[in-house]
Each structure stands twice: as structure tokens, then as C-alpha cells.
């Protein structure tokens, strides 16, 4: 029976295999379900990593003549941000399409947008087309990064939510790695239409794929939210777990709201703008400018290495930090792994600053001293890359799908991803006048000082979201403001998870 608190693990599991995770009896079914669903949405997230990731290798192959075609520095700048702008444009409908086809097909149809991009890119017969093609791109990369924690955070328990979500970065980050690998080896067209290949297999493994029960239940659709439920559980008894749904969702409809109210109800404003907050400094901190220039950025030679041997160390490095990222978010928490990220990227920074500036010196011998510590830079774009993929990466990307509250999601997750990509343009075109006008070192001081900001932001507004519930998280938003509740809401907390018994 439900509330049960015998223990009596066959009441919910029958026969099936169980095993203890975090304090917890959970259905091993069920974790692989979820496993499965999980790394088979984020495959759409590998997909943008591909896009991120091609521009280095397809540059340097543009100018070997591989295509018919020449790009200038203007050109190539205009490339990297035809991706950024195809975000912003990408994620203004994605609010009404997830609440109107659902979370899944969604991302499942708009994925022709990532297929039509790769077939322009790898035919592209100038630099237009490049433009075009990088374009719509980046809508399919902005509505796959405004639905994909939605997807992840609606399905998964909450004791496994934050280490199977982190697949969301580290699949971004294995399809960044595989154009530094690919790229050497491949021919411009066979690179693009390799990439291309992956939006195939991930629209071919998705589509069995379920909806999310949240959405099934806002579209009363109560039996489909069952069998989503029971399939990514792992069981049948899921009864408990429906009802609170159920509530959760009833609670937030009763309060109709539009896109003024996640700016004039201070309820759905804190988490909006924290989720705004940690955005900016997630891009300001540089990832996307050192991740995009780092084989024009570094030295010729670094040790035996070529700028291009050093990108893939850094390739490696950044998917084994995602990857380790997976074990401690959710047994260190997601605060913690954001200030060793911030204390990361200072120590990381300042050397790789005061490289810079020295290095710019006019001085023939003062060049030659500077040049006998190139490794400067070297290590500290990976210790950057480490702290990074350990922190600010993989939370900053699934916080939003936690904490925003299911009244606004669709809609504030919209904004969150256009003003990340406007927070990447910006970042980049900084990093240029910077570099034009000021010196290379003054981007890495201002990364460093960015960091500081944040871990001061950290303290003061960040929810730990570890094991809690969705219903947990927004209640913990409202006391932490010490705001009263809105009339209509629930009068008392909802736990933080499921009764462990039945899962």
C-alpha cells in the first residue's frame, strides 16, 4: 500500500532486480531505462558539440583549397556567429512548440533542421551557404538546449537526476572531441557529412523513446503518463508518485501566467533571473571563445605537440572531466562543484594573463625568456577545461530544468537560451576588441575576475538542488526569499522525493 513503511521491497519491485543507490532501493530496470532515455535525448546535444567542435578543423581545411571556396578572418567570424544567432532564434518558438507537440516531438521533428544544416554545409559551394547552413543550425541547437533538461529533469528521480543529467555535457563535450579526432583525417565533405550521420542515428533511437509524464498529465492524459512513468521506473506501482505529479501540476495550472508574470510575480522571478545569473557568468567565464580559437590561441609548438596536437589533449581532457562530473554532482552537490570550478578558474587564469602580457613585450631577449614557458598557457587552458567541465559546464546546463517552476518553463527556459547565446556573442566579440586593442592577457584577467562574481552569486542566491524534487526545489526558492506563498499553491511542502519504499 502505498505509504507503506514496512520495507517490504516486493511490494513494489515483484521479482525484479533491485539494488541500493544512495540510501535507496531502486528498480536496476528502471535506472537503465532511465540511463537509455536520458543518453539517447542528449545525443541531440552531441549533435551541437559537432557543430561547436567543426568550425576549428573546417577552417584549416578551407584554406588547404579542400573547397571551391576561401573565407577571410571576417568570414570565419561570421561562420562561429551564425551559430550563436541561429540559438537566439531558435529558442523564441520553442516555449509554445513544447507545450503544444510535447517535449519529445519536438525535439524529434525539429531535428530535419540539424540534417538540412549538415547537407548545406558539406555541399556548400561559398561562404553563404556556410552562413545558412550554421544558421539553422543553431535553431535546432537552440530548441534542443531549451528542451533537453526539460526532458531530463521531468523523467529522471531525484537521486539520480543530476549524474545521469550531466550526459547532457558530457555528450556536448564527446561531440566537440570527435571533430578535433575526426578532423585531421577526414576530408572537408566527408567531416560534415560524418557529422551529419549522428542527427540520423539520434532521430532513428529517439523516437521510441517516451514522453515525459509532467506533460502527459498537463495534457490529461493520465494513462500515457502512467505507462511513461512505469516504463522509466521500472515497475508498476507508481501510483504514489502519479499523485504527486498530478498535484504539483494542478497547483502550478491554477495559476495562469504569461510571459509579464516571470518578470512581475516574484515567485517565478528569483528562480528566472538565478537561472539568468548563472548563465552569464557560465559564458563569461570564456569556455566557448578558448574552446573555438584555442589551435590559433596557443603557441605553434608546446613541447613536441603542434597547437593542433595540444587542441585534442584538450579535447580528451574536457570529456573526462565532464565524465568525472557525473559521479560527484549528486554526492558533493551542485554548489560545491560550482565553487572549486570558480577557485579553478582564477588559479587557471591569472598565469595564463601574465603569459600574455609578457608575451606581447616588443623585446627580442624579453620574447625569448617568455617563450621558454609556452607550456603556460598550455596547462592552464586545461586546468580551466577540468574545472569547467567539472562545475560551471554540466550544472549551469541542467539548473535551469530544475528550478524553473512548470508554470513558465517552456517560456523562461525560451529566454534563458536566447540570452545564453547573446551572452556567447557578446563574450566573443569582446574577446576580439580585447584582443585588438587592449592584448590577448586582458580576456583572461576579465575570465578570472568573472569567476570571483560568481562565487560571491553562489553564496548568496543558489538553491542546492541535490535529491530534491522539483516540488522540493520551488518551495525552497520561495523561503529562501522569505516570500509569502501564493494563495492558491499548496500549504504544505512537498517531500523530497518519492517514498523510498517504492522505488
Not at 536496476?28 to 549533435?47: E, K
Not at 576549428?56 to 571556396?69: G, R, V, W
Not at 565532464?322 to 562543484?337: H, Y
Request: aromatic content about 12%; charged content about 15%.
Amino acid at each position: 500500500m502505498p505509504g507503506d513503511e514496512s520495507g517490504d521491497e516486493s511490494l513494489c519491485f515483484g521479482r525484479l532486480p533491485v539494488i541500493k543507490y544512495r540510501g535507496y532501493n531502486r528498480s536496476l530496470v528502471g535506472i537503465l531505462n532511465q540511463t537509455v532515455s536520458s543518453a539517447v535525448c542528449c545525443l541531440s546535444c552531441f549533435t551541437i558539440g559537432l557543430s561547436i567542435g567543426w568550425s576549428s578543423p573546417a577552417f584549416h581545411k578551407i584554406q588547404a583549397s579542400e573547397t571551391s571556396f576561401t573565407l577571410d578572418g571576417f568570414q570565419q567570424s561570421l561562420v562561429v556567429s551564425a551559430l550563436n544567432i541561429g540559438i537566439m532564434f531558435g529558442a523564441i518558438p520553442t516555449s509554445f512548440l513544447m507545450d503544444q507537440l510535447g517535449r519529445k516531438k519536438t525535439l524529434l521533428y525539429t531535428a530535419t533542421l540539424s540534417l538540412l544544416h549538415w547537407v548545406l554545409i558539406a555541399g556548400a559551394m561559398n561562404a553563404k551557404f556556410l552562413y545558412f547552413g550554421r544558421f539553422l543550425g543553431g535553431i535546432y541547437s537552440g530548441i534542443a538546449t531549451a528542451i533537453a533538461p526539460v526532458y531530463l529533469a521531468e523523467n529522471l528521480e531525484p537521486q539520480i537526476r543530476g549524474s545521469i543529467g550531466t550526459l547532457f555535457s558530457i555528450l556536448l563535450y564527446g561531440g566537440i572531441l570527435c571533430t578535433y579526432i575526426i578532423g585531421p583525417i577526414a576530408s572537408y565533405m566527408n567531416l560534415s557529412l560524418f557529422c551529419g550521420a549522428f542527427t540520423v542515428l539520434f532521430m532513428v533511437t529517439f523516437a521510441p523513446m517516451p514522453e515525459t509524464p509532467y506533460f502527459c498529465i498537463i495534457k490529461n492524459r493520465r494513462e500515457d503518463a502512467r505507462k511513461s512513468l512505469e516504463w522509466l521506473r521500472g515497475h508498476s506501482n507508481v501510483d504514489a508518485e502519479l499523485k504527486q505529479i498530478e498535484a504539483y501540476v494542478t497547483s502550478e495550472q491554477e495559476h495562469v501566467t504569461g510571459w509579464s508574470d516571470i518578470f512581475t510575480d516574484p515567485n517565478l522571478r528569483r528562480p528566472f533571473l538565478v537561472c539568468v545569473a548563472l548563465c552569464f557568468i557560465q559564458k563569461s567565464t570564456g569556455f566557448f571563445t578558448i574552446i573555438s580559437y584555442q589551435s590559433v590561441i596557443l603557441p605553434g609548438m608546446v613541447g613536441p605537440l603542434t597547437s593542433e596536437g595540444a587542441t585534442l589533449v584538450i579535447g580528451v581532457v574536457l570529456l573526462m572531466a565532464g565524465t568525472a562530473s557525473a559521479f560527484l554532482i549528486d554526492k558533493v552537490g551542485r554548489i560545491i562543484l560550482l565553487n572549486l570550478s570558480y577557485v579553478g578558474v582564477v588559479l587557471s587564469m591569472i598565469p595564463t594573463a601574465l603569459w600574455f602580457y609578457f608575451n606581447k613585450t616588443d623585446e627580442p631577449a624579453d620574447v625569448e625568456y617568455v617563450n621558454h614557458y609556452n607550456w603556460v598557457p598550455f596547462f592552464g587552458f586545461i586546468a580551466f577545461i577540468v574545472c569547467h567541465a567539472m562545475g560551471l559546464g554540466p550544472v549551469g546546463n541542467i539548473y535551469p530544468g530544475e528550478v524553473l517552476p512548470l508554470s513558465i518553463k517552456a517560456d523562461a527556459m525560451a529566454l534563458v537560451v536566447s540570452l545564453a547565446a547573446l551572452f556567447t556573442a557578446i563574450n566573443t566579440e569582446i574577446f576580439a576588441f580585447f584582443n585588438a586593442y587592449i592584448g590577448m592577457y586582458a580576456n583572461y584577467f576579465s575570465y578570472a575576475v568573472v569567476a570571483v562574481v560568481g562565487a560571491l552569486f553562489t553564496r548568496l542566491y543558489i538553491v542546492e538542488t541535490k535529491g530534491k524534487s522539483l516540488q522540493a526545489i520551488q518551495e525552497e526558492f520561495i523561503e529562501q526569499a522569505k516570500m509569502p506563498r501564493m494563495k492558491e499553491g499548496p500549504k504544505k511542502p512537498f517531500p523530497a522525493g518519492p517514498n523510498p519504499n517504492f522505488h
